[in-house]
């Protein structure tokens, strides 16, 4: 199966439990949602030098209640420094009667912290299912 299918299947699928990782850590999702959207980008790029972009990809919203995670997000966001880290998204999915663990690359683009949540605008690099 095709990153894209792994994806198109991700989008719609209703109550996903997520877990991210970052380095050895990791942080319970409590939503997440997928979309296909443009890029603001006019032609396909390399961002940063890390990951590359076409003028659409999928994008994540994640929304973590772990605050801890606010730690992190300096090291993870294409900024100011170039050397930032993905993130693998994990979770599970029924394709076709058999359950598959799916693992998606991602790298944060944007990140709002309120006093209970911490909501991640993160692209899709790569959809691994194993």
């Known amino acids: 199966m095709e990153n894209e299918d792994v994806l198109i299947k991700l989008s719609?699928?209703?109550d996903l439990s997520c877990t991210m990782h970052v380095e050895e850590k990791s942080y319970r999702v409590q939503k997440i949602s997928i979309a296909k959207s443009a890029i603001p980008v006019r032609r396909p790029t390399t961002r940063g030098?890390?990951?590359f972009t076409d003028t659409m990809a999928y994008k994540i919203k994640a929304l973590t209640q772990d605050m801890s995670?606010?730690?992190e997000i300096p090291?993870?966001?294409l900024g100011p420094n170039t050397d930032f880290m993905p993130i693998?998204?994990?979770t599970r999915l029924m394709i076709n009667g058999t359950e598959h663990e799916i693992v998606l690359t991602v790298h944060l683009t944007n990140a709002v912290n309120t006093k209970d949540h911490v909501e991640l605008?993160?692209?899709v690099d790569?959809?691994?299912l194993k």
Do not use: F, R, T
């Open 121 to 123: 605008n993160l692209i």
């Open 12 to 14: 719609g699928a209703q």
């Open 49 to 51: 030098g890390v990951y």
């Open 69 to 71: 995670i606010s730690a």
């Open 126 to 128: 790569k959809a691994d």
């Open 75 to 77: 090291k993870l966001m």
């Open 88 to 90: 693998l998204i994990k």
